[in-house]
């Protein structure tokens, strides 16, 4: 399976650098098609780093991101990331896709004194936990579809995650396929109560035009 940024991460470590397909560089693609289930704004999956305690450089993943909204992110090592959004730019490379952007490059300003030279995998507006929540960067795909790979955040603290991406190869319909896939398919799933529920599905070609 290629790697993008979720899975560049995500898979690597299996940290959401499986969020976008293609550069080595864990750039995402460009969207395809987009499924919401449910009402209201759903948390967005967000990949950052910090080289040498510099300004951070996040891609966030679904609705449009906000200035003063906040990233709470956490690494493979479990140390915390916290960034207030000073500047939202839509990743131009998919500009040209069909559907409303889902893409995003934040910039923002650090609010705590992370670890540099770590990825950090978390959310906006998804109630992490800076000290509490833990990434759970391999765990079985909550859809039970083999061939997929998942992230997850443990975002109480009690040891099993309750918020997961899982990405997998697929055509434009969003059906897991094991050929050479065109398209890169991105879940989102939410635990309510003892059950699983997915978010969103953003399917992405595997490459920007």
Sequence with gaps: MARGPAVVTCAAALAVAAIAPGDADGRPGKVVRLEHSGTGRSPRFCQASIVSHGEPTIYCFGPHVAIGEEFIGVSEAQHGLVV?????????????????????????????????????IGLIDGGVDPQRSRLISQMP?????????????????????????????????????????????????????????????????????
């Design 84 to 120: 207030r959004v000073s500047d939202v730019q839509p990743y131009r490379q998919c500009a040209s896709a069909t559907d409303a952007t889902m893409i995003w490059i934040v910039k923002g300003q650090l609010l705590n004194s992370p670890a540099s030279d770590e990825v950090y």
């Design 141 to 209: 795909p909550v859809s039970g579809r083999t061939g997929s790979l998942a992230v997850g955040i443990d975002r109480d603290g009690d040891g099993s995650a309750d918020i997961a991406a899982e990405v997998y190869d697929c055509d434009e319909h969003g059906t897991l396929t094991t050929r050479a896939a065109k398209y890169r398919c991105y879940e989102i799933w939410t635990l309510a109560g003892p059950q699983w529920q997915r978010a969103r599905l953003d399917i992405f070609h595997n490459e920007c035009s």
